[in-house]
């Protein structure tokens, strides 16, 4: 380096050079070569003539507005913030050896600065939204620092304005993380009048390396600042995933716990701390095992790292339950071992429950639905809903067709509808299989089972009813096991190991006489004692009044709501059959020969002749008044009134149409609405239409 005599002389030269260059006309090329001047600095002054900086200007710089200074200052807060503390340490010393300390942004704003440079032709406060750079003050050693990206001093007269020859000033760039200049730290300091020499050894050298010291250390806190603040980010947004988690497990009806390798509990959401009967701290201390039966092989499971579905029974001191046990390993990414596993813990009871409502296995009546007003009826629905109440068995007895299925959905309904109700109907199914549906079987028991077995009718009812329905073709050894399932209240499945507990009630049905199956040893007797304890016997309908007439309007109004169909008119005839028929089939057949009727009817009235015909038939049969009648009016051999003679003709008319009145007011040539008014006039009875 230069020593200080030297350094003058330099600086001498320059000086004279760039009056050779600003006013001589010195070529480029002379000053780029110029052994004197380093080539960036020539340069720089080419660049700051061609861009029209005026070089004895004596206010430079360019003013920003407040709006852009402010966004700014803003894109380089924490900057800010990080050199301000160490500004301020600078100020002492700056202010008594007449230093200037300066922070930039890349582009040459003025962004901090402390210290004072009196002789320096700027106003009062001459930097507040000051934009220095190559285009508004000429050569300056902060855009060449951040051209060059490495320190750079610039001395007197090596600056392109004149007003600045009075200032040495060293800067050093800030890169971020990518490298790229983002500010310059400056160090100023004003040339006094009094010795060159004194400047120059006491400082000049040493300013450079500790404004890139400095800036050094703005840099660092800058990175560490921001890693600071990515890790609060990640830290936050980790908070925030946590706290979603937390709630969504929460709201997760089922149970979820994780367990780690040896089966600590680690994590369990509020239904999972429920089933285990947990508080919050003992999550981490309280091991799974601890709430399992001593053969359980789920820790064996977890360990095998696959995604499985185990059966286990959960006891946590008050009760014991089964569940349906999801496992999900998750597996350390590192080690590739297992880290801990996921349970998800579901009610067999609920899983069940879901499986019976999916198969349609669910009660729809209510008491409600059964329709009748009759004594009979009346009678037996108010014992069904005493019944109901109880936990008690109950036993339906009543001839096909009755209701049997319709009263064990209603008291089912009203007793648990949340339940499951399941059906089983003894007589539909093979023998062979009976047992199977009814106990469930072990995964793998016998050929053609199912892989993982399958829950029977009884583990499916747990917590609602079982509907055994035609019980009385139940197989008799059958029977000795199920009268030991309600004994006991609990099931082995077919192939299993242990019993499981359950919970549920039996509605049975038979259409047969109980007793007269006991007799024949055909049902068990203590079978029978354990069912009947509550029975109900459904009346047949011929036993219930005129529950027959209202049975038929309420289907025919159902059906035709359903089908959006205009509701016809019964005749009385039919009435009157609907009322006396003896109906073997009970509701059903009502219900079907309504149907039928609809369907076959082409007016809008329903005679006897749309019923089936077997009920048709039995009617005309039994009917010996249409005989007696039609002999009274073919003996007729004296003179009549007329409107008697009106009415013979409207009863022969109708006979002769088999019921059918419009066809019947067609044949008189009358109209309908005649035929009918007559008909009520003359009061014809139904029994006389037909024959
Ligand atoms: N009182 C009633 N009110 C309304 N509908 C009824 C009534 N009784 C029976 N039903 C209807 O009649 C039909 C037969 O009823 P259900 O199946 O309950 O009889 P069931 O006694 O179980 O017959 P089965 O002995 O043949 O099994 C069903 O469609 C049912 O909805
Ligand atoms: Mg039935």
């Known amino acids: ?189 004003l040339i006094t009048n009094t010795s060159w020499d004194e400047v ?74 429920r089933i285990l009967n947990l508080s919050q701290d003992e999550i981490g201390k309280r091991n799974i095992a601890e709430f399992l039966d001593a053969q359980s092989r789920l820790m064996d499971i977890i360990k095998k790292c696959k995604n499985t579905e185990v059966e286990e029974t959960i006891c946590n001191g008050n009760e014991e339950q089964t569940f349906i046990i999801n496992i999900r390993p998750v597996i350390d990414h590192r080690t590739k071992k297992l880290k801990v596993a996921v349970l998800r813990l579901s009610r067999t009871k609920k899983i069940n429950a879901l499986v019976t409502s999916r198969s349609g296995a669910t009660a729809n009546f209510t008491f409600e639905d059964i329709i009748g007003e009759s004594e009979a009826i009346l009678h037996a629905k108010d014992k069904a809903k005493r019944f109901a109440n109880s936990q008690e068995n109950i036993l339906l007895i009543g001839e096909s067709g009755t209701g049997k299925e319709i009263f064990a959905q209603a008291i089912h309904n009203s007793y648990c509808p949340e339940g499951p109700f399941v059906a089983v109907n003894c007589a539909a199914l093979p023998r062979e299989l009976v047992e199977s549906e009814l106990f469930g079987y072990e995964g793998g028991s016998f050929t053609g089972a199912d892989r993982y077995g399958r829950p029977g009718k009884i583990e499916l009812a747990e917590g609602g009813t079982l509907f055994l329905d035609e019980i009385g073709d139940m197989p008799i050894e059958l029977q000795a096991v199920l009268l030991r399932v309600l004994e006991d209240k609990k099931v082995m499945r077919i192939g299993g190991r242990r019993y499981k507990k359950v919970d549920f009630r039996v509605i049975a049905a038979t259409n047969k006489d109980p007793h007269k199956l006991v007799k024949e040893k055909i049902f068990r007797e203590d079978l029978y004692y354990r069912l009947s304890v509550l029975k109900i016997i459904i009346p047949p309908l011929r036993e219930r009044g005129r529950d027959a007439e209202i049975l038929a309007q309420y ?137």
């Open 1 to 189: 380096m230069y020593n200080g005599v030297e350094y003058k002389e330099r600086l001498d030269r320059i000086r004279k050079l760039k009056i050779d260059f600003l006013q001589n006309g010195l070529k480029d090329e002379e000053l780029l070569s110029c052994p004197y001047l380093d080539r960036k600095i020539a340069a720089s002054w080419i660049r700051s003539r061609s861009m029209g900086v005026n070089p004895y200007a004596q206010v430079i710089g360019q003013h920003l507005n407040c709006s852009e200074l402010e966004s700014i200052r803003e894109k380089n807060r924490m900057l800010i913030e990080i050199a301000k503390p160490l500004f301020v340490k600078f100020k002492n010393l700056a202010t008594s050896s007449r230093y200037g300390i300066y922070l930039f942004d890349k582009k040459g704003t003025f962004l901090l600065h402390e210290g004072e440079m009196l002789e320096l032709p700027l106003d009062k406060d001459p930097f507040s939204g000051m934009m220095w750079n190559e285009e508004t003050v000429g050569t300056n050693a902060h855009s060449l620092c951040a051209l060059y990206k490495h320190p750079v001093q610039l001395v007197g007269p090596e600056h392109y304005c004149i007003s600045l020859e009075n200032l040495i000033v060293s800067a050093a760039p800030i890169l971020n993380e990518s490298g790229d200049v983002i500010a310059c730290l400056v160090l100023g300091q």
């Open 200 to 273: 120059f050894q006491g400082f000049c050298l040493q300013t450079l390396g500790l404004i890139t010291a400095l800036a050094a250390a703005v840099e660092a806190q800058l990175k560490l600042r921001k890693s600071y603040n990515n890790l609060k980010d990640v830290n936050d947004n980790l908070i925030t995933a946590n706290k979603t988690f937390e709630a969504t497990l929460s709201l997760i009806d089922e149970g979820i716990i994780t367990v780690d390798k040896t089966g600590t509990i680690t994590c369990a959401n509020r239904e999972g701390t």
């Open 555 to 691: 289907f025919i109004e159902r059906y035709c709501n359903k089908v959006g169909r205009k509701v016809p008119q019964v005749s009385p005839a039919v009435v009157k059959i609907f009322n006396e028929y003896n109906w073997p089939g009970n509701v059903r057949q009502l219900e079907n020969a309504v149907l039928y009727a609809i369907n076959t009817s082409r007016s809008d009235v329903i005679e006897p002749k749309d019923l089936p015909v077997e009920i048709y038939e039995t009617c005309l049969y039994e009917s010996d008044n249409v005989t007696k009648n039609r002999k009274r009016y073919d003996d007729l051999d004296t003179i009549l009134k007329l409107d008697e003679l009106e009415k013979i003709a409207i009863i022969k008319a109708i006979t002769k149409t088999g019921g059918n009145v419009p066809e019947a007011a067609g044949l008189l040539g009358i109209s309908k609405s005649t035929i009918y008014r007559k008909i009520k006039e003359y009061d014809i009875k139904p029994p006389e239409f037909s024959g």
